[in-house]
């Protein structure tokens, strides 16, 4: 069994300019509610994803972890934030710990669309869209992966992206990435 | 290592400026989801700054597409600030643009919803009202004390540099001879404030700046006993009435009326003197845009 990929989360502010530690506290909230009080381990799929980590595979497991500073944030963020938020924060958060370690890539620019914002990822390559999500449901994150997957391809800035999506109950992540005009269906 | 792709190198400015405003925008939508709605329309409008920055400095280096996102995005968190007018205005300017058939349906379904809201400001009598009352306590042509605006050109001009702050700095330039009064009048002049500001715009009518509405606003604050309104021979003849000067102490009061307050008092100290036709053409002379608007347009204030 090869070692997990391991990273503390209590980096993401550090890894990312645009991301406050509210995302790394709210990954930390659910985190403990649905494992342990110093980690989570995910396992983590990908499609397209081309990483040293992955040695040539597909999948590895994802182990986060953290220690107490963001303390005050997780409770903050327990206090004020409805659980669906606090659910799609913590996703914002594994895809925080993803770029830049899985995939040389940083949050560089949101954009705001309508009532909804966007996140622009900056990598060595290029500008990408990304769509995250998150759930604490039993099942299901294959059909919210391709439901993500489709608005990504139906992005209106006519970018390649990511997908992440990550299931805290099912401790699993669905990591992908998509040519802007591939097939949807 | 610049995180962008090549054809898009951008300078150390441009990168800054682009994270504070992903700063704001994530942090305006985190206040407006946990239900301070209030501090989130404020922080959109700081967030809808900046993007128009970023979209003038990407305009700038050439960067076409990522500038019309850029200006799209801009215009949606002015409609999040509920600045529908300048959201309006920047929608439209997207849509000239080239933007993919995705992108632009969008655009034309949020021009469209600010357009309805902006419709339904624009019967907005009491705060076109609330202008011509500052109007006419510090912008009177009367010496004695009375407060009066003589001719509705002269009225109307001037409601145009209170509706139209960054007009009224350009005028400051060029009438205000002193360097240090110059400075004074122009600190007063609350830019940022004033993209905020409802009902402001105005179409080009056949002696300038004009409102279709005035003759609403009119009725409305003689049936409330605010002004009088008489006529010298074909002259129109505006008085703030006992009722008006305890209606302005109430503004005066109002923290939302500071801006308006402080453009009115400017206002009045600058152009106190200057007659309507006056008015009329220092704006031909000074502003080509308006003069050469045809008739009917509205005019935008950048």
Not at chain 1, 46 to 69: F, K, M, R, V
Not at chain 1, 159 to 185: L, N
Not at chain 2, 241 to 250: P, T, W
Request: charge should be neutral.
């Amino acid at each position: 069994m090869p070692d997990p990929l391991s990273f503390n989360v209590e980096n993401i502010p550090v890894w990312h300019d645009i991301l406050s530690t509210a995302y790394a506290a709210r990954l930390i909230v659910i985190g403990r509610r649905n494992s342990s009080p110093e980690k989570i381990t995910l396992q983590l799929e990908t499609s397209q994803i081309d990483s040293p980590c992955l040695n040539g595979g597909c999948s590895a497991s994802l182990e986060l972890t953290w220690g107490t500073t963001y303390d005050d944030e997780c409770r903050r963020s327990e206090a004020s934030v409805g659980q669906t938020r606090l659910v799609e924060d913590a996703a914002v958060g594994v895809a925080g710990v993803l770029f830049p370690n899985v995939v040389d890539a940083r949050f560089v620019n949101v954009v705001q669309i309508g009532d909804k914002f966007d996140y622009l990822m900056g990598t060595p390559q290029g500008q990408f869209g990304l769509e995250i999500s998150g759930s604490e449901k039993r099942s299901g994150l294959n059909a919210l992966h391709q439901k993500k997957r489709k608005q990504l391809l139906a992005n209106v800035k006519g970018k390649d992206g990511y997908v992440v999506v990550c299931g805290f109950r099912e401790k699993r992540v669905i990591f992908s990435f998509h040519r802007f005009g591939e097939e949807t269906a | 290592m610049s995180f962008f792709r090549h054809d898009l190198i951008l300078s150390e400015e441009v990168n800054k400026a682009i994270t504070a405003k992903s700063r704001l925008i994530l942090r305006a939508n985190e206040l407006h989801e946990t239900g301070q709605l209030e501090q989130a329309r404020e922080v959109f409008a700081e967030a809808a700054r900046h993007e128009e920055g970023v979209a003038a400095l990407l305009r700038e280096a050439g960067h076409n597409d990522d500038y019309l996102i850029s200006l799209v995005s801009a215009a949606s968190c002015w409609k999040k600030a509920g600045v529908q007018d300048r959201a309006s205005t920047l929608f439209e300017r997207a849509l000239a643009g080239q933007i993919s058939q995705t992108l632009r349906k969008k655009v034309v379904k949020l021009q469209e919803e600010c357009s309805v809201v902006t419709r339904r400001l624009e019967n907005n009598v009491p705060i076109r009202a609330a202008r011509i009352l500052l109007l006419l306590k510090y912008c009177s042509d009367e010496a004695n004390g009375d407060a009066i605006i003589t001719g509705l050109t002269r009225l109307a001009k001037l409601d145009f540099f209170l509706r139209y702050p960054k007009h009224l700095m350009t005028a400051i330039e060029a009438v205000v001879d002193t360097p240090e009064l110059r400075e004074q009048f122009i600190r007063r002049i609350p830019v940022e404030e004033a993209t905020l500001m409802f009902n402001k715009l105005m179409t080009r009518h056949h002696f300038g700046p004009w409102d279709h509405n005035y003759y609403n606003v009119f009725a409305y604050l003689t049936s409330k006993g605010l002004i009088s309104v008489s006529k010298s021979e074909s002259t129109y003849v505006f008085r703030l009435e006992q009722a008006g000067y305890r209606a302005v102490s109430m503004l005066e009061q109002n923290r939302n009326f500071d801006g308006y307050v402080r453009l009115a008092q400017t206002l009045g100290e600058v152009f106190g003197d200057y007659l309507g036709s006056q008015l009329k053409q220092f704006i031909y002379d000074h502003f080509a845009a308006i003069a050469n608007a045809k008739l009917g347009e509205t005019l935008w204030e950048s």
